[in-house]
């Protein structure tokens, strides 16, 4: 592995391991401009998938603690179901009820 290699893995793992920051939150009542540049835009942009983290931050076994978000689909390759659970480092949805473990299952 180079050096420039391990110092790429580095700043990833960093990088992910720090909190994100907090979205600007606007009150009030929406502005004339922000109408109109909505009305322009005909192509509607979607979503761009989550990423993996790396293999040393997934399998690390330090500071994986399960979270409660929004509902999503659960990203363990062999599962296809909901989840309102996450994982607090990766910040991937994972199963974690009776019948699937895939929380677990990910990080192991």
Do not use: Q
């Amino acid at each position: 592995m180079s050096l420039l290699t391990f110092r790429i893995n580095i700043a990833t793992v960093l990088l992910k391991s720090s909190p994100p920051p907090l979205p600007i939150i606007k009150r009030g009542r929406p502005s004339l401009e922000s109408k109109l540049n909505e009305n322009n835009s005909t192509t509607m942009s979607r979503a761009t998938p989550t990423s993996a983290p790396p293999s040393s931050t997934r399998f690390d076994k330090y500071d994986h603690w399960p979270t409660i978000t929004s509902k999503g689909r659960c990203r363990n390759n062999a599962c296809n179901g909901y989840t309102r659970i996450s994982c607090s480092k990766c910040k991937i949805r994972l199963c974690l009820n009776e019948k699937n473990n895939c929380f677990t299952n990910y990080h192991n």
